[in-house]
T-cell receptor, first 117, second 113 residues
Framework: AQSVAQPEDQVNVAEGNPLTVKCTYS??????LFWYVQYPNRGLQFLLK????DNLVKGSYGFEAEFNKSQTSFHLKKPSALVSDSALYFC???????????????WGLGTSLAVNP | DTEVTQTPKHLVMGMTNKKSLKCEQH?????MYWYKQKAKKPPELMFV???????INESVPSRFSPECPNSSLLNLHLHALQPEDSALYLC????????????FGSGTRLTVV
């Protein structure tokens, strides 16, 4: 079965330190991977995606993610965390078992990031 | 315009009421989505419209009725809801159902009393 795992419910980092939010996936075929962020009482915002090409993907707000095919991972990273990065982060992968206009996303359960001043 | 606009932002309705949620985008996106989200949980897909046609219905109860009047508008009609339907309802759009750089609206916070 296709799935996405975010092994950490909560990640705490100090402001200015690097941050990593982990994501692993299981999907048939080539993975299409995504990260979204949700600030309190807001909708989700697209951060970045990997479809093909360079394994290091750069996205919004200084975030980047590294695709690792052998480890089936797509960890989100940022060199220097800000307090304003505190939010809920979701990893998602395209469902490759549906076709055409019936494609949809499979979502991880989310990781709550808290950046402490 | 790079936004998805949802109205209303908050809605309280009784179990016998009929109400509608509205979603609008002017980015030329041809795929539009309704999601339901409970607090601190991932969004749950409800419906997908592709080129104004319903392409996915995730076995949503008939008390939720989607409508896509044109390529820019998406409605969700609500009737006879239950308290457990209280949630954040999110609309999203994307260029198509293959490119998943979704743009989400801020959502409608629905409370059923």
């Amino acid at each position: 079965a296709q799935s996405v795992a975010q092994p950490e419910d909560q990640v705490n980092v100090a402001e200015g330190n690097p941050l990593t939010v982990k994501c692993t996936y299981s999907v048939s075929g080539n993975p299409y991977l995504f990260w979204y962020v949700q600030y309190p009482n807001r909708g989700l915002q697209f951060l970045l995606k990997y479809i093909t090409g360079d394994n290091l993907v750069k996205g919004s707000y200084g975030f980047e993610a590294e695709f690792n095919k052998s480890q089936t991972s797509f960890h989100l990273k940022k060199p220097s965390a800000l307090v304003s990065d505190s939010a809920l982060y979701f990893c998602a992968v395209r469902d490759n078992q549906s076709a055409g206009n019936n494609r949809k996303l499979i979502w991880g359960l989310g990781t709550s990031l808290a950046v402490n001043p | 315009d790079t936004e998805v606009t949802q109205t209303p932002k908050h809605l309280v309705m009784g179990m016998t009421n009929k109400k509608s949620l509205k979603c609008e985008q002017h980015m030329g996106h041809r795929a539009m989505y309704w999601y339901k989200q409970k607090a601190k949980k991932p969004p749950e897909l409800m419906f997908v419209y592709s080129y104004e046609k319903l392409s996915i219905n995730e076995s949503v109860p008939s008390r939720f009725s989607p409508e896509c009047p044109n390529s820019s508008l998406l409605n969700l009609h609500l009737h006879a809801l239950q308290p457990e339907d209280s949630a954040l309802y999110l609309c999203a759009s994307s260029q198509d159902t293959v490119n998943y750089g979704y743009t989400f609206g801020s959502g409608t916070r629905l409370t059923v009393v």
